[in-house]
């Protein structure tokens, strides 16, 4: 059945049709369960069952609404250890915000301007007319649209885990530049650690030999694509920009991944 379906994805992929395949999971995920009401207990919107699917693979909304909130708990931890808490900051960027599961909670703990991207429009159409903040497109690759040293803390969630190398460095370069000195990039990343780490000789030998390896490498950008590399090698892509405050393991990071978090130079 595996192959099959990987069969089916790479066929839909070569013919410029995957999103079809998407659509096709999102409806899966989101049949049959219970919808949500329209706002939390704070009376801030709540996305529908099909975005939360396309967000986080799964349609529960009391798991969106409570894993976002223990994530954005985790990130001002993190954020705190390494001197800038998010109630500290002026300019926050949510990289990649989905339906907003994270930046929804952050009005609660922070008065800093909230900015969050991503590059699927229906996305960013609901978080722009449902939560506070300022939402804006990009693209796969940069830039974005915002000046030089703009932001005190930018963090990426399971983004990293969805691109190839020269996109991650490419991003990490665009990041530096919009994040001021001294400010913050957080950024979560599969560990070969990670359950789901595929156990082949191939997977194993490229972690050994480059400290790097791609699963299902195509639709970069997408939950197909899933990467895997070493604390190094994230750091050797990092530090020409960023000081390296600390690599929190997926078991202590709350966020469910491993974290990077790394301090503008």
């Not at 954005?72 to 900051?89: I, W, Y």
């Not at 960027?93 to 800093?112: K, N």
């Not at 301007?113 to 996305?123: A, I, K, T």
């Not at 040293?149 to 969805?162: E, M, Q, R």
């Amino acid at each position: 059945m595996s192959a099959l379906k990987n069969a089916l994805r790479n066929a839909l992929y070569r013919m410029g049709l995957i999103q079809l395949y998407f659509r096709a999971v999102e409806w899966r995920l989101s049949r049959g369960r219970e919808a949500p009401p329209a706002t939390d207990d704070h009376g801030v919107p709540i996305p529908p069952l099909n975005l939360m699917a396309l967000t986080v693979a799964y349609a529960d909304w009391k798991a969106f609404l409570k894993t976002g909130e223990a994530t954005s708990r985790a990130l001002e931890s993190h954020a705190a250890a390494a001197g800038l808490p998010l109630s500290g900051a002026k300019r926050i960027l949510d990289f990649g915000c989905g339906a907003g599961r994270v930046i929804r909670h952050l009005p609660r703990m922070t008065e800093a301007e909230l900015f969050g991207v991503d590059y699927n429009d229906s996305l960013l159409s609901w978080c722009a007319a449902n939560l506070p903040g300022r939402y804006l497109r990009n693209g796969l690759t940069p830039p974005l649209d915002f000046a030089d040293g703009s932001f005190d803390i930018v963090y990426a969630l399971s983004v990293f885990t969805h691109l190839r190398k020269a996109t991650q460095r490419d991003w990490l370069t665009e990041y530096a530049r919009v994040i001021r000195p001294g400010g913050l990039a957080l950024l979560s990343f599969h560990e070969e650690t990670q359950p789901g780490f595929p156990d082949t000789d191939i997977a194993r030998k490229a972690i050994s030999e480059r400290g790097y390896y791609v699963l299902n490498d195509m639709a970069e950008g997408s939950n197909l694509i899933s990467t895997f590399q070493t604390r190094a090698h994230l750091e050797g892509l990092a530090s020409d920009a960023f000081e390296i405050a600390r690599i929190v393991p997926r078991s202590e990071s709350g966020v469910g991944q491993s974290l990077a978090v790394l301090r503008r130079r």
